[in-house]
């Protein structure tokens, strides 16, 4: 049974949401920082640097099914995923901050970079899977759980963004801006902090009431049975549709977000003040990291109203198809040379307006397909008899971390066939170089929008079927009730 029977507190919705800042918080820095740390400020070579990510990132993606299996079999009088939730963030505060000051202040081996990295990237899986897994522990109710990820996602997305206009008005606000050494150093620490409070402050805050005994005892861990289950868990149907359609989704975001500052900075020129004669510090990348997080404001009040009107399947195909309109619009425009002047007033205001609602979309489609996979938990118990949440969270994780190593990959090939040149200046690039920046991104994009629409458009499990699921579920603890009750062991049991 769920924790809770029937609507969920306003407050439960907060304290859970609030241990997703953790994630955004890591995210934002390996997506838009750590290269740059690292290559320009510490002197590592950018090749080596993205080696090691690259190979933290794919060590990271074997190990998060592992780590979900373990919380799964987790049996305490906390419960499956508080113990986690307890132990894994302080040793992930303290490697965080060493990540953003090694070890005398000077650039780490390679191999201590990658040690460091793998590091960061485990705890965050050993606080996020546990932490996401108790969504389907805590309700069954088709629209609560998306609320609970409308939570998790403003607050990832809040823990990001302060992320980011801290660093450019605060941390790294000096004459060298983004290579003050020194900054990052209180970025650093001031993001190890926000982690633990995060991931240990939503645990207590939802201690009460989920710390009890699991309601069954799990067999012994060993790797080969570990393996089996993952396997078993990733076969389920559901799954599969759901792997097809977030796996395009996932590379389609990695490629939008490692291209984001090319685009920014060369086509729309938004490293410069948004008013002529305004305040130098009110750039248009600032307005573009605000505009990020009022997208996702956006999107906490319609997803609901989205999902109650179509559905969970349909809510994602409708955000996968309007986000790559609306995101892509603008450049078509520009292409044709009918958009104003790059770095105008005019210009930056009209794409930060269509990013607003490109990017609202585009989190209403990855926050459907999050929410999908709460729905396949019970999908899975009823054929098999056992609740694998942490199995199909981590499995989430794999195809996220995985798709995103691909769409940086794929930003690489864009950059590299668009011939951009080493060190140019916005304004001495050739508009020919940029319309096949451009032309590459959008035919990728559009490819990817097409194919996770068509996947998670076709999410099996309806709003009915889930219910209907849930009654069947129901009777069938009631009848093992009864059947113990009579002596009978065999009769009602959920699975052979």
């Not at 690259?54 to 099914?65: Q, Y």
């Not at 490697?95 to 081996?109: R, T």
């Not at 796996?247 to 086509?267: D, P």
């Not at 309109?325 to 007033?345: D, H």
């Amino acid at each position: 049974m769920a924790f809770v029977q029937g609507p969920l507190s306003q407050r439960l919705k907060i304290i859970h949401g609030f241990g997703a800042v953790a994630f955004g918080v890591k995210d934002l820095g390996f997506s838009f920082f750590l290269l740059i740390f690292y290559n320009q400020v510490l002197g590592m070579d950018a090749r080596l640097v993205s080696l090691a990510l690259l190979i933290a990132l794919f060590v990271d993606a074997v190990i998060d099914p592992i780590i979900g299996n373990l919380s799964d079999r987790t049996y305490t009088k906390w419960g499956r995923r508080l113990p986690w939730l307890y132990i894994a963030p302080i040793p992930l505060a303290v490697l965080w901050a060493l990540l953003w000051h090694p070890p005398g202040g000077e650039a780490p081996s390679f191999a201590g970079l990658v040690a460091i990295a793998i590091g960061v990237r485990v705890l965050l899986s050993a606080c996020e899977v546990p932490s996401i897994s108790l969504v389907p522990e805590i309700t069954q109710d088709y629209d609560e759980r998306t609320t609970l990820f409308r939570y998790r996602f403003l607050s990832g997305w809040l823990g990001g963004i302060v992320m980011m206009v801290l660093a450019y008005t605060v941390f790294m606000s000096g004459p060298d801006g983004l290579l003050e050494k020194e900054g990052y150093l209180g970025f650093g620490i001031f993001g190890a902090v926000l982690m633990l409070l995060s991931v240990g402050g939503s645990a207590l805050g939802q201690h009460r009431l989920v710390a009890h005994w699991p309601d069954r005892r799990p067999p012994p861990f060993s790797l080969k049975a570990a393996f089996s289950e993952i396997f078993d868990a990733f076969s389920e149907r559901s799954f599969l549709f759901f792997f097809a359609g977030a796996l395009a989704a996932y590379v389609n975001q990695g490629m939008t977000f490692s291209i984001a500052n090319y685009l920014n900075v060369f086509v729309w020129r938004l490293d410069q003040p948004i008013l002529a004669g305004g305040p130098e510090w009110l750039t248009g990348l600032l307005a573009y990291a605000v505009t990020l997080f009022l997208s996702v404001l956006l999107m906490f009040f319609i997803v609901g109203s989205m999902h109650r009107a179509f559905g969970k399947a349909k809510s994602a195909a409708i955000g996968a198809y309007c986000s790559v309109l609306l995101g892509l619009t603008p450049y078509l425009l520009f292409a044709l040379g009918i958009w104003p002047e790059a770095g105008s007033t005019a210009s930056t205001l009209a794409f930060l307006g269509t990013l607003l609602f490109a990017n609202m979309f585009g989190v209403v489609m990855m926050i459907s397909a999050t929410s999908m996979l709460a729905e396949i938990v019970e999908a899975f118990e009823e054929r098999t008899g056992r609740r694998a949440e942490g199995a199909f969270y981590s499995g989430n994780w794999l195809i996220q971390k995985c798709a995103t190593g691909l769409g940086i990959f794929l930003t690489g090939q864009i950059i590299a066939a668009a011939q951009l040149p080493e060190g140019a200046r916005a304004a001495q690039i050739e508009f020919g170089v940029l319309t096949d920046m451009i032309g590459y991104y959008a035919a990728a994009s559009i490819l990817l929008a097409i194919v996770a629409a068509f996947w998670l458009g076709r999410f099996p499990i309806s709003r009915a079927e889930h219910e209907a699921r849930l009654e069947r579920l129901a009777k069938k603890r009631l009848d093992a009730i009864d059947a113990a009750a009579r002596g009978d062991v065999d009769a009602g049991a959920l699975a052979p």
